[in-house]
């Protein structure tokens, strides 16, 4: 039992390229989240999902997108990289319900230069 | 909308001292409150919750968190600190309108508070 994974752990992108940030999980939950976390901020939320096929958008969605296609997995796409985007990026899941604990990954650490 | 507070941003304490750690938040109904444990490098952890019933709950690794309805506080206490606490430490509090309408369990995180710990 994995729990949540996230890939990749660091990486260094230019200026207007694009990448996509994987997240999975193994615990059979049907709520997961993307979050960026700078230096003094805490966690913002930046979409979310509470199943397969349907996503929202959290507090700072611009620059982002998401799909969820399978119950298992929840990436985020960045289409034209800004510095404003360095940061590191944790995706949660949970089961159903606030009553439930979210499961982080290990974040991954992207710097936009 | 809801907001959590930490004033402290970072924290230093000698190890076997107490250690409490302070979360305000801005919530008008009864939230749902919770703390998380952020070591470095890693992604965060869940320390403890609480949602109704006694005000005084217990966690994982030695820690508790008293809820004060009339403080609007949540802080976070561990009677002896070991070297391995040494973290960042954040509050967080859940969205029940979000909850109701099953729209997402959503938390709103304070900005963490660092602990450093003294040999």
């Known amino acids: 039992n994995a729990g949540v994974t996230q890939t990749p752990k660091f990486r260094i992108l230019k200026i207007g390229q694009s990448m996509t940030l994987q997240c999975t999980q193994d615990?059979?939950?049907?709520?997961m989240y993307w979050y960026r976390q700078d230096p003094g901020m805490g966690l913002k939320l930046i979409y979310y999902?509470?199943?397969?096929?349907?996503?929202d958008k959290g507090e700072v969605p611009n620059g982002y997108n998401v799909s969820r296609s399978t119950t298992e997995d929840f990436p985020l796409r960045l289409e034209l990289a800004a510095p404003s985007q360095t940061s590191v990026y944790f995706c949660?899941?949970?089961?159903?319900?606030?009553?439930?604990?979210?499961?982080f990954g290990p974040g991954t650490r992207l710097t936009v230069l | 909308a809801q907001s959590v507070t930490q004033p402290d941003i970072h924290i230093t304490v000698s190890e076997g001292a107490s250690l409490e750690l302070r979360c305000n938040y801005s919530?008008?109904?009864?939230?749902?409150l919770f703390w998380y444990v952020q070591s470095p490098g890693q992604g965060l952890q869940l320390l403890l919750k609480?949602?109704?019933?006694?005000?005084l709950v217990q966690g994982i690794k030695g820690f508790e968190a008293e809820f004060k309805r009339s403080q609007s506080s949540f802080n976070l206490r561990k009677p002896s600190v070991h070297w391995s606490d040494a973290a960042e430490y954040f509050c967080?509090?859940?969205?029940?309108?979000?909850?109701?309408?099953?729209?997402?369990?959503?938390?709103?995180f304070g900005t963490g508070t660092r602990l450093a710990v003294r040999p």
């Open positions: 949660a899941s949970s089961y159903i319900g606030l009553y439930n604990e979210q499961f």
């Open positions: 609480y949602f109704s019933g006694d005000t």
């Open positions: 999902s509470v199943g397969a096929g349907i996503t």
């Open positions: 615990m059979n939950h049907n709520y």
């Open positions: 967080a509090v859940g969205d029940l309108d979000s909850q109701e309408k099953s729209s997402g369990d959503k938390l709103t």
């Open positions: 919530y008008g109904a009864t939230p749902y």
